[in-house]
Nanobody, 126 residues
Framework: VQLQASGGGLVPAGGSLRLSCAAS?????????MGWFRQAPGREREFVAV????????YYADSVKGRFTISRDNAKNTVYLQMKSLKPEDTAVYYC???????????????????WGQGTLVTVSS
């Protein structure tokens, strides 16, 4: 499956952005669990959020809980990350990823995912 992330940009602290990740090819989109990760300069890629194949289960990193919402539209083969109350420390390249195993029972590390998008840059100014 090919993943194309979009929606990044420059936003002031306290602002909002919605990232999108469109999938094409591969198996039926609703067979994948989908996740968002981010990587800031000089830091390792870190888990942000994950959603199960049917949207029934979602998990978040503690750092974004209550501010970010992951959702999916299986009819549009797209997963979203709504980000609110953004902070400068949210600045990073955000990546979407697909996991062949669609069931999710908790946060996942990068190794659990089988396919990755190219990333979209989010910059939060102070």
């Amino acid at each position: 499956v090919q993943l194309q992330a979009s929606g990044g940009g420059l936003v002031p602290a306290g602002g909002s952005l919605r990232l999108s990740c469109a999938a094409s090819g591969g198996r039926t989109f609703n067979s994948y669990a989908m996740g968002w990760f981010r990587q800031a300069p000089g830091r390792e890629r870190e888990f942000v959020a994950v959603i199960s194949w049917n949207g029934g289960s979602t998990y978040y990193a503690d750092s974004v809980k209550g501010r970010f919402t992951i959702s999916r539209d299986n009819a549009k083969n797209t997963v979203y990350l709504q980000m609110k109350s953004l902070k400068p420390e949210d600045t990073a390249v955000y990546y979407c990823a697909a996991d062949n195993y669609g069931v999710v029972d908790g946060p996942l590390g990068p190794d659990a995912f089988d396919y990755w998008g190219q990333g979209t840059l989010v910059t939060v100014s102070s």
